[in-house]
Nanobody, 121 residues
């Protein structure tokens, strides 16, 4: 079993920046994909960004050019640098990872508890 712990959310003014972190711990043989999703009130959860173990990156259309995802494989950690934040970026941000535990040859999908990001003046 593994777990994901997010940090870095909070309140920021429009145009500001925040950096989210998500650390994976537990029984981890390897992590295939890590990423971020978000869910605003009354809306479906949507893709923010994902990054594979080979550093192939995919961004949601609404964040391209403003957000940057990166990962530190040695620390089993993924980061999301969010710049030029807008009120519509307000949501709960969830970390997601496809983790292969020791003794398995397949990955399991894990989610963090979520961290609130609020963009408001």
């Amino acid at each position: 079993q593994a777990r994901l712990v997010e940090s870095g959310g909070g309140l920021v003014q429009p145009g500001g920046s925040l950096r989210l972190s998500c650390a994976a711990s537990g029984s981890i043989s390897r992590i295939n994909r890590m990423g971020w999703f978000r869910q605003a009130p009354g809306k479906q959860r949507e893709l923010v960004a994902t990054i594979t173990s080979g550093s192939w990156i995919n961004y949601g259309d609404s964040v391209k050019g403003r957000f940057t995802i990166s990962r530190d494989n040695a620390k089993n950690t993924v980061y999301l640098q969010m710049n030029s934040l807008k009120p519509e970026d307000t949501a709960v941000y969830y970390c997601n990872a496809d983790i292969v535990s020791y003794g398995n040859n397949y990955g399991d999908d894990y989610w963090g508890q979520g961290t609130q990001v609020t963009v408001a003046s």
